[in-house]
């Protein structure tokens, strides 16, 4: 038995996403429907629909689509602020023996 080929990562723009989510909500089809009829994963499309429920405020397991970009971007000034200070740490280290 040989193993299925995995698809290729792709992306999707916000306002795709956004359609698919109404299509799902309207009710007319199942996820799984949607999903299909548009060649994406059953579980992408699930996710979108939660991740929408929760930006709109319907849920509040989770974190929403701004508070996410928040929290990345924080790590990101957190990690560039932890670097800075091994960095003036070693310095001072260095200009001390030098003084000495």
Avoid at 15 to 20: L, S, V
Avoid at 29 to 54: I, N, Y
């Amino acid at each position: 038995m040989g193993r299925k080929k995995r698809r290729p990562r792709r992306s999707f723009t916000p306002e795709f996403k956004a359609e698919i989510v109404e299509l799902c909500r309207r009710g007319d089809r199942s996820v799984g429907q949607v999903a299909s009829d548009f060649d994406l994963t059953e579980t992408a499309v699930r996710q979108w629909v939660v991740q929408a429920e929760r930006d709109a405020g319907i849920r509040t397991d989770g974190l929403t689509t701004d508070e996410r970009e928040e929290l990345a971007r924080l790590r990101r000034e957190n990690r560039r602020l932890t670097e800075d200070v091994e960095i003036l740490k070693r310095a001072t280290v260095f200009f001390a023996k030098e003084i000495r």
